[in-house]
């Protein structure tokens, strides 16, 4: 019994030593692991000067879809029909400005309609220019 005991004490000790020495591989292993997980530390937040690129359009990030920038800067006042704006869906409204072109309406939508209510970007300044358009595409999609 008691050599039993004792050797399951070694077998725990063998354990533990080897537990130890795998303590001590993953201290050489550190630097090598820092290096590793480094970008993470040193990502960025979006618009910070120090991720590099445009401001607003943050390298890597993923752009919004027309849909999402659509609901959350178009919405308001193109499913409303606030200050006269031509409301999703209504194909009549739109027919004349589709004619125009999408060149015409991206335009629009990015640097808005001067004396209306269509401001530039909808006011979604953080919305980069591929955005607005994809947001463009999304309305006139629904639209025709
Ligand atoms: C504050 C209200 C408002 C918001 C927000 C708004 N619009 Fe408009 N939009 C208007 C109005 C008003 C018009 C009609 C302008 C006119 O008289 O031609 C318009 C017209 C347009 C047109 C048609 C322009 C043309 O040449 O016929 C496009 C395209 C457009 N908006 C895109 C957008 C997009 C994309 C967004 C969101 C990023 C957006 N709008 C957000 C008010 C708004």
């Given at each position: 019994m008691i050599r039993k005991v004792s050797a399951l004490v070694a077998i725990a000790a063998a354990?533990?030593?080897a537990s130890v020495y795998a303590l001590d591989l993953t201290d050489a292993q550190r630097a090598d692991i820092e290096a590793r997980i480094k970008p993470v530390g040193?990502?960025?937040l979006q618009g910070d000067a120090s991720c590099g690129g445009p401001a607003g359009a943050v390298a890597g990030a993923v752009a919004r879809s027309g849909e999402d920038v659509y609901n959350a800067a178009?919405?308001?006042?193109?499913a409303t029909g606030a200050g006269g704006a031509p409301l999703v869906g209504d194909t009549a409204a739109w027919g004349d400005r589709i004619a125009q072109g999408m060149d015409v309406?991206?335009?629009?939508?990015?640097?808005g309609v001067p004396g209306t209510g269509m401001i530039a970007k909808g006011g979604c300044m953080s919305c980069s220019d591929e955005e607005i358009k994809a947001a463009v595409?999304?309305?006139v999609e629904n639209s025709q």
């Open positions: 354990l533990l030593a040193e990502s960025c178009c919405m308001a006042c193109h309406l991206y335009v629009a939508g990015i640097e595409d999304h309305m």
